[in-house]
C-alpha cells in the first residue's frame, strides 16, 4: 500500500488492533485483497446494512428486498454485457513482473500535475498572504496554465482510447509521457491488453464452457431476472423499487487502498423500475435522498459531493458518483445510474421471456426503464469509519499526555451501545449489580461487562471502538440503586435510576435518531 497517509495508516492499524477488520487467512500471511470482519466490525457493518436496509425497504411503501443467490445462469452475464465488456485495461511491468490498470497509471499521471498545481498555489498563498486571489492566479498564472494544458491534452487522449477501447493508444500515452512503474520507476512495459474482471468456477455435473458459471460481480441482475416475480407476488405497482445487499466479486487487477477496493465485497442496491420517459425525476429524487442518507450519519457536508460521469456507458442516460473523501483523497462512495430498459430487454431478449409491465394508467404494455442506487458496504465502512477515528486530547485535561483515541460514531450504528462498568472488580455486591445491569440492558442493545482493569483504561478502551455510554456501578448505587452514565464525546456523567438509564439509552441509540 504506497503512499498511505498518517492518518490512514492509523486506520488501518486501528482496525486491527481493535477487532473490527483482520486480513483474510493472515496465517498463512493474507489473501490480497480479501479481509475478514471481527467481532466490532461485524457489528458495525451489520449496523450499517441495517440503516441502508430501514431507510430503503422499510420506510418506503413501495420498495421490496429480495436475496437472490450468488450464482446464476451464465446467459445472465451474457445479457448484461458482462462477458464481453466488463474489462480493465492491464499492463504489466516486464522488470518487476507488477501488474497495474493503465487507465490508474494514466490517472496518477494526471494527479501528479494537479498535485505540482496544488503545490504552486499553496507556494503563491503563503508568499501573497491576505492579497492572495485563488481564482485569479489559477486563471493567470504561466506555470498552472502550462501545467493544466500538459492535464487536459493527456485527459483529451485518454478519454478518446477509453471509450474506443483503444488499447494501442493507451500503451503510447504510457510511452510518451514516460509513465514509470510507480514502486520502481522503470518504464519497462508490456502492451495493454483488456482483463475480464469475472471469477469463474464450474458447475459439478456439466463438462467444458457449458457449466462454466460466474460469480455475480454485482448483485443488481438477482434483481433484474426477478422483476416480474417480484411484481406479481407483491402486486406492486409502477413506479417501485426492489433492493437487495449481498455479496459480489470481482478479479480486480490492482486491489490496494485495503477495503476500498476488495476482491470480495458486498454492495447494497436497489433498482428503481419507472415509466419511460419519467427517469430523469426519479434519477434527481433518488440523488438527493441519497445525499440526505450519507448527511444524516453525521459525515461532514465537506467531505461529500456528486461527481457526474464523463462518459457514461452505452446503457445509461444518466450517472453519478457520490463521493467521499476518504484519507487517501475523494473516491467514489455510491453510484447513482439511470440505466433506461437495457438490462431488462437484453434479459427478454436472451431469455425469450417478456419483461413488461402493464400500466393500467396509461393503457399501455412497456419495459420499464431503471434508476439504480449502488453502494459498497465495505466502503461504507471505511468512510465511516476513518470519519470516525480522532485521537483528541481528552476533554477536561491539560497535560499533553492525556490523548485519547475515540471512535466518534453516531451511538445508533455503534457496535456496542453500553458497556456497563463496576467500581472495583474485587467488590463481590458492585460485580453482581453491575452483571444484572448488563443482562438488562442486554435484552435491547448490543452490550458489554467488563473489570479487566482499572476505570480510566476501561473508558479508553470502550471510546477506541465507539461505545457511546458508559454505566458505571459504584458504591452509591448499592445504597440508592442510582449508576453514573458516561457520555464518550463529552465525558459529562449523569447519575440516573435504572428505569431513567434504561429510557436514556433507547432513546438515544435507537436508529429512529437517524430519521428525525
Ligand atoms: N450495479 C452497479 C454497480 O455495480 P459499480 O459502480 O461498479 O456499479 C457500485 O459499483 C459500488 O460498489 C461502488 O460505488 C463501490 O461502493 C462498490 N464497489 C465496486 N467495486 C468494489 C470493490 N472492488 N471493492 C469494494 N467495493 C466496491
Not at 486563471?139 to 488499447?167: C, H, W
Not at 416480474?228 to 487502498?257: D, H, M, S, W
Not at 482499572?454 to 470502550?462: E, P
Request: charged share 30%; net charge negative.
Amino acid at each position: 500500500m504506497a503512499q498511505q497517509s498518517d492518518h490512514f495508516k492509523k486506520v488501518v492499524a486501528h482496525c486491527k488492533e481493535y477487532g473490527f477488520i483482520y486480513q483474510s487467512s493472515e496465517v498463512y500471511d493474507g489473501l490480497a485483497a480479501v479481509y475478514d470482519y471481527g467481532p466490532y466490525g461485524s457489528e458495525l457493518k451489520n449496523n450499517l446494512k441495517q440503516y441502508w436496509w430501514k431507510s430503503m425497504v422499510q420506510m418506503h411503501e413501495n420498495i421490496v428486498g429480495i436475496d437472490a443467490a450468488i450464482f446464476m445462469h451464465p446467459k445472465t452475464w451474457k445479457a448484461s454485457g458482462h462477458v464481453d465488456a466488463f474489462n480493465d485495461p492491464l499492463i504489466d511491468n516486464k522488470d518487476t513482473k507488477r501488474r497495474y490498470r493503465a487507465d490508474q497509471l494514466i490517472e496518477g499521471y494526471v494527479e501528479k500535475i494537479q498535485g505540482k498545481i496544488d503545490k504552486d498555489v499553496a507556494k503563491a498563498e503563503k508568499r501573497f498572504k491576505e492579497n492572495f486571489d485563488k481564482e485569479k492566479y489559477l486563471a493567470e498564472s504561466p506555470k498552472v496554465l502550462k501545467y493544466k494544458g500538459q492535464i487536459s491534452e493527456v485527459m483529451d487522449r485518454f478519454t478518446k482510447a477509453m471509450s474506443a477501447e483503444n488499447m494501442e493508444e493507451l500503451k503510447a500515452i504510457i510511452d510518451d509521457y514516460e509513465i514509470a512503474d510507480p514502486e520502481s520507476g522503470s518504464r519497462n512495459w508490456t502492451d495493454v491488453r483488456m482483463f475480464n474482471l469475472m471469477f469463474s468456477t464450474q458447475l459439478g455435473n456439466i463438462a467444458g464452457e457449458e457449466g462454466k458459471l460466474y460469480l455475480r460481480p454485482e448483485t443488481a441482475q438477482g434483481i433484474f431476472v426477478n422483476f416480474l416475480n417480484v411484481q406479481k407476488t407483491t402486486r406492486q405497482k409502477i413506479p417501485f423499487g426492489i433492493a437487495q445487499i449481498g455479496k459480489a466479486f470481482r478479479n480486480e487487477i490492482v486491489a490496494r487502498q485495503f477495503i476500498f477496493r476488495m476482491r470480495e465485497f458486498e454492495q447494497m442496491e436497489m433498482q428503481f423500475f419507472v415509466r419511460p420517459g419519467e427517469e430523469m425525476k426519479w434519477y434527481e429524487y433518488w440523488k438527493e435522498a441519497r445525499m440526505k442518507w450519507h448527511l444524516a450519519l453525521g459525515h461532514p457536508a465537506e467531505k461529500l459531493r456528486y461527481h457526474d460521469h464523463d462518459n457514461l456507458a452505452h446503457y445509461a442516460n444518466a450517472a453519478l458518483d457520490i463521493e467521499f473523501e476518504f484519507p487517501f483523497g475523494f473516491r467514489e462512495l455510491e453510484g447513482i445510474h439511470s440505466r433506461t430498459d437495457f438490462d431488462l430487454s437484453r434479459h427478454q431478449e436472451l431469455s425469450g421471456k417478456k419483461m413488461q409491465y402493464f400500466d393500467p394508467e396509461v393503457d399501455k404494455n412497456y419495459v420499464p426503464y431503471v434508476v439504480e442506487t449502488s453502494i459498497g458496504c465495505d466502503r461504507m465502512f471505511l468512510a465511516t469509519i476513518s470519519n470516525a477515528l480522532v485521537e483528541e486530547q481528552v476533554p477536561g485535561q491539560d497535560d499533553p499526555k492525556n490523548v485519547r483515541d475515540v471512535l466518534k460514531l453516531h451511538p445508533a450504528i455503534a457496535p456496542v451501545k453500553v458497556a456497563v462498568l463496576p467500581l472495583k472488580r474485587n467488590d463481590e455486591r458492585l460485580v453482581k449489580a453491575a452483571k444484572d445491569i448488563y443482562q438488562r440492558l442486554s435484552l435491547s442493545h448490543n452490550c458489554q461487562y467488563d473489570d479487566t482493569g482499572s476505570i480510566g483504561k476501561l473508558y479508553r478502551r470502550q471510546d477506541a471502538i465507539g461505545t457511546p455510554f458508559c454505566v458505571t456501578v459504584d458504591f452509591e448505587h448499592l445504597d440508592d440503586g442510582t449508576v453514573t452514565i458516561r457520555d464518550r464525546d463529552t465525558l459529562s456523567q449523569e447519575r440516573v435510576s435504572i428505569e431513567e438509564l434504561e429510557r436514556i439509552v433507547d432513546e438515544r441509540v435507537n436508529m429512529r435518531q437517524l430519521f428525525l
